[in-house]
């Protein structure tokens, strides 16, 4: 069964750091545009970060400058390292993956299950 294991979550004082990833496991053909997403208390879930399969990069403008999205294909695993961080930025810390399970098969969304990030102030 493939799933997406994320870690790195925790407790950080505002100007610190924290390092999230995000691992494929399981067995996969190809995995295709991956992101980061997060989810605060009473609001929606919003993208963080985004990036390609070729390592195009695209950032929510509250994080600019601040976080960087990273993978390694021959790992399939996906990294954000947040700098530079806010109370803001507190929230549970989702990432999204396009994967091919196999050669016949379409891409299909898939959701890791969240890991919390708290930024104290």
């Known amino acids: 069964q493939v799933q997406l294991v994320e870690s790195g979550g925790g407790l950080v004082q505002a100007g610190g750091s924290l390092r999230l990833s995000c691992a494929v496991s399981g067995t996969i053909y190809r995995a295709n545009t991956m992101a980061w997403y997060r989810q605060a208390p009473g609001k929606q879930r919003d993208l963080v970060a985004l990036i390609t399969r070729g390592g195009e990069t695209n950032y929510a403008d509250s994080v600019k400058g601040r976080f960087t999205i990273s993978r390694d294909n021959a790992k399939a695993t996906m990294y954000l390292q947040m700098n530079s961080l806010r109370s803001e930025d507190t929230a549970v810390y989702y990432c999204?993956?396009?994967?091919?399970?196999?050669?016949?098969?379409?891409?299909?969304?898939?959701w890791g299950q969240g890991t919390q990030v708290a930024v104290s102030s």
């Open positions: 999204k993956a396009d994967l091919r399970l196999d050669w016949a098969t379409g891409f299909e969304e898939y």
